[in-house]
């Protein structure tokens, strides 16, 4: 068993859809829970990240974090298309330093 | 502000070369990081340094070498290098290792050994 699981997808939604992009983990050290945003053959940018349980809201983005059942989500609300991109869920015993990462999701909003 | 620059783009090796694959931050952070991203398995991490001269491995060490001479510098070194290796390489950097400090990535080389 993978310590992070990510369906690989893709997902295709239209412009305007509301994404919801998931992950689960089998670590539950785990306290600290990125989201990257990764463009084709670019590096991944930092897109969100939480401690332990709980929401965090930035803009049209929302992360949530379940840690009783291990399972963490990003929430893209109003999806444009240049949000088309895959998005690593990624997460750490003690923070940026030694980060687990997820396959990543490809994510294609269509105009 | 350049950010983390990573060179080359691009390399094609051949089973058993060896190279070199640079790294360099221009934001004064003490941490570095070598990930390699291989199809439907996420990044994976390979060093990693907390400052100059101090480094340690990561999940997948086996067949790659690093150093940290300085704060700026991070390259990874490929010895022998095998058709496993082919992949693209991110390193990145961060002010610290605990929350609240980012880890900033570079553009990635890819590398392929034939």
Known sequence: QKEVEQDPGPLSVP?????????????????????????????????????????????????????????????????QP?????????????????LVFGTGTRLLVSP | N???????????LKIGQSMTLQCAQDMNHNYMYWYRQDP???LKLIYYS????????????NGYNVSRSTTEDFPLRLELAAPSQTSVYFCASSKGGGPNTEAFFGQGTRLTVV
């Open chain 1, 15 to 79: 412009e305007g859809a509301i994404v919801s992009l998931n992950c689960t983990y089998s670590n539950s050290a785990f306290q600290y829970f990125m989201w990257y945003r990764q463009y084709s053959r670019k590096g991944p940018e930092l897109l969100m990240y939480t401690y332990s349980s709980g929401n965090k809201e930035d803009g049209r983005f929302t992360a949530q974090v379940d840690k009783s059942s291990k399972y963490i989500s990003l929430f893209i609300r109003d999806s």
């Open chain 1, 82 to 98: 240049s949000d088309s991109a895959t998005y690593l869920c990624a997460m750490s015993v003690t923070g940026f330093q030694k």
């Open chain 2, 2 to 12: 350049a950010g983390v620059t990573q060179t080359p783009k691009f390399r094609i």
């Open chain 2, 40 to 42: 439907g398995m996420g």
């Open chain 2, 50 to 61: 907390v400052g100059a001269g101090i480094t340690d491995k990561g999940e997948v060490p």
